[in-house]
């Protein structure tokens, strides 16, 4: 029981990897608040069915649930998700940003709905939430805040400028949070999952490459997530902060962080020809290949 009495918001709990996390923290005795705005794959009209359907299931299990229908992209949804907490609970200890949709495209091809429907979704959901809960962890001088991010942004994926751009916002969002909070006892973390979803149904299988890739993540499951999510959220990382972990099956990884990797100086400055001449013998050395996540991780993490 590694949450007993901590009080958890999981967004996009109806589903796929926050179902996992929401049913893995009741299990181990937090009361948890269900949201999923119930959305379908092409973001059309909410349905109450899989909040509700996540919250009965802990119930039945003997453990607390509210479920909250809201959609995390407005400023007033994560102000009613987090009251949704508070109503029904008292507190908020932990908040798992997880609520996430993709609308793939070439970047030649992107519309502005296309667009503005992710990074709401994902980098202003995330927001939202988080200021919202933010005032009352500084206040109790405790909490974590757990978002997902992507190998999509920090890697890179064809067709996904969306997504990459807002899941590397949101490891923006965290780094912040997590001095923004530092003083209060409050965490924040990013977890880059792997995992076969919903969501992951929609990525475009065309190309050979992206079948490759998807056939690959078929084998991944969301409850491999959970207990990082469960792990992060308990006091025995209450001084892991500022972090991103990856989980890919039975695999965790812990990602470095953007850090100047080489040096060059020029005591007279740079001119665009003194920098061509001495580019190739130095900084060309240490470019990194661009390379998809598929590329980079097309290896089996469960044997
Ligand atoms: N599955 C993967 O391999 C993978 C990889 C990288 C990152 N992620 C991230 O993990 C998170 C969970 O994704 P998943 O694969 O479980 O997807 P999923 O589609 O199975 O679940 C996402 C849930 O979020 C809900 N949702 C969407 N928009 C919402 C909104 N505005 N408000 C409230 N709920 C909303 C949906 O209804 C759905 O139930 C996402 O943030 C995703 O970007 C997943």
Redesign the pocket.
Known sequence: MMLKDKVAVV??????????IALLMARHGARVVV???????A?AG?TRG?ADEVADEIKRAGGQAAAN?????SMA?GQA?VRTAVDAFGRVDIVV??????RDRMIFNMSEDEWDAVI???LK?CFAVTRAAAPLMREQKSGRFIN?????GLIGNVGQAN?AAA?LGILGLTKVTALDMARYNVTANC??????????G?IPTETEAQKARVEK?KK?S?AH?APVAVFLASDAAKDVTGQIFGVRGKEIMLFSHERPIMRVHNSEGWTPESLSDMFPGTLLHHLVPLVTSGQYFNYDPLV
């Open positions: 967004t996009g709990a109806g589903r796929g990897i926050g179902r996992e949201n999923d705005y119930g959305g379908s794959e973001g909410g899989p229908y809201d959609s995390v992209a949804g998700i940003n997880n609520a996430g949709i993709l709401d979704t994902h959901g997902m991010t992507s190998t999509s997504y899941k977890i880059s999952p792997f995992a076969w979803t919903r969501m992951i929609t993540i991944l969301p997530i």
